[in-house]
């Protein structure tokens, strides 16, 4: 079997799964909005934080709907766990399909889950009084990182998933990733806020680097700093995508 045909179909197929059933994508959108229309407006009421002249609200769009990807994604790998406790990823294993092709595939079509919800938050944002650049380039632009990147996050949530015996032990897992990762990033604040360590520690935060490149494509325009955060977004994924396929045999064991 062709491995990238494989590939689209596995994103085809949570294609169909969204459009017969969207409960999940709305329910997940409760959160991000929240902190769109109460956190932004409070935090940003008090002044306390720079942000370069931009709105605090405006300032952690780019952040709220990257979080709202990282936790679509890291969450994609429950429905490992639901398939290898019903047998159906063992008939998943027996197909021509190269492995790697299989966890490539099943990442990326998490992207398609992260795109939904982020064409959900963004007309909220837009509601609220949210300016973006006016430019559609940019805006699918920022739909491509946002695909792209949940890739390496689902990539690590298959990684989790066959180490985890457990739906229960895979969510606390998965929380206690996504947390530190969002708080040591800059989504909420500058990195020049921040201690020395958490600076140092948002240097290799691959959630950094994916709020940049939605910023500046989404509410500065600024792109200068645009081919070093693709380039990290690109090595993140690969990373993820390796490891996941090296222990991706363990789910099943």
Known sequence: MNPIKNMLVMVELESRRIRHDRTEIYTRAVQPVLWLVIFGPVMGALRAIP?????????????????????????????????????????LLVTPAPRYSIVVGRSMSSGVRSVFQALIIIPVALLIGVRIVPNPLYFIGVLAVLFV?????????ILIASLMKSRERFMGIGQAI??????ASNALYPI??????????????????????????????????????????????VAMFIIASASFKRIIE
């Open 51 to 91: 942000t370069g002249g931009i709105a605090y609200t405006d300032f952690i769009t780019p952040g709220v709907l990257v979080q709202s990807m990282s936790f679509v994604s890291i969450f994609f790998g429950l429905t490992m766990v639901w398939e290898r406790e019903s047998g159906i990823l063992k008939k």
């Open 192 to 237: 020049e806020m921040m201690p020395p360590i958490l600076k140092a520690l948002s240097s290799v935060n691959p959630m950094t680097y994916i709020v940049d490149a939605v910023r500046s494509l989404l509410i500065t325009g600024d792109l200068a700093q645009l081919p070093l955060d693709l380039a990290a977004i690109a090595i993140f994924d």
């Open 149 to 157: 990147s949940s890739g390496g996050f689902a990539a690590t949530s």
């Open 178 to 183: 996504i947390m530190p990762l969002f708080f």
